[in-house]
């Protein structure tokens, strides 16, 4: 029996642009999934998945100041990196639930970077993420976005303990989460002025390896 895909497949916005300003480029390598990592497949052997939005994704970084980049050339292990823009809550819980459902080798470890609470994505449903507002405005309404990312963290959670795959979780301030988490904060920005920078990232690297030794 065929397997099913390992990951969701998102579009031009959240993976495959350029970074493009008046002194500079930044090429952006995507697989045919859409995320920025040179591996498509999950291997056969051991691996590190992880997770998360723009911040995980690299926006206006160079690959080899990303902390996922710094991360595998730490532990030498494949690092799939599914980080993508505007990235929110329930479509980490999809794709990890995509995942373990496809029958494709799972992660030895998993790392999730939270996005902004305030987030939706909306492509998994079938429905047109370009859409017009007026069709999502219901969304905005009280806590119900929030609502949403609450159910989709703890379904994550779920997920991951049946499948017995260790996590650690973070978030990087500032950010629309109040769940009570670890945080790292930023020190210094990209070329854009907005995401984190060299030195943040060199820094989440290092938070996350911390902390990686006292989940294991």
């Known amino acids: 029996m065929d397997r099913l895909e390992p990951f969701l497949k998102v579009d031009t916005f959240m993976g495959t642009a350029n970074w493009v300003s008046k002194k500079t480029t930044i090429p952006y390598t995507v697989n045919r999934f859409g995320y920025r990592c040179t591996h498509v497949m999950p291997p056969s052997t051991d691996y590190i998945l992880v997770a998360g939005c723009s911040q995980t994704f690299g926006?206006?970084?160079?690959?080899?100041?990303?902390?996922?980049?710094?991360?595998?050339?730490?532990?030498?292990?494949?690092?799939?990196?599914?980080?993508?823009?505007?990235?929110?809550?329930?479509?980490?819980?999809?794709?990890?639930l995509q995942l373990i459902s496809s029958g494709h080798n799972l992660p030895k470890f998993v790392i999730i970077q939270w996005p902004n609470e305030n987030r939706l994505w909306v492509d998994t449903w079938g429905i047109n993420a370009n859409a017009?507002?007026?069709?999502?405005?219901?969304?905005?309404?009280?806590?119900?976005?929030?609502?949403?990312?609450?159910?989709?963290?703890?379904?994550?959670?779920?997920?991951?303990?049946?499948?017995?795959?260790?996590?650690?979780?973070?978030?990087?301030?500032?950010?629309?989460?109040?769940?009570?988490?670890?945080?790292?904060?930023?020190?210094?920005?990209a070329i854009d002025g907005h995401h984190p920078g060299t030195i943040t990232n060199q820094n989440i690297a290092k938070f996350i390896r911390k902390n990686m030794k006292r989940v294991k």
């Open 59 to 96: 926006e206006a970084l160079k690959n080899e100041e990303r902390y996922v980049t710094l991360l595998e050339n730490h532990f030498q292990l494949p690092v799939l990196n599914i980080g993508v823009r505007g990235g929110s809550p329930n479509l980490v819980r999809d794709n990890l």
């Open 132 to 189: 017009p507002v007026k069709q999502f405005k219901y969304f905005y309404k009280g806590n119900c976005l929030k609502n949403i990312s609450d159910v989709s963290y703890n379904q994550t959670q779920w997920l991951l303990k049946n499948a017995n795959i260790p996590s650690f979780q973070f978030k990087i301030w500032p950010v629309a989460n109040d769940i009570d988490m670890p945080w790292i904060d930023v020190v210094d920005y």
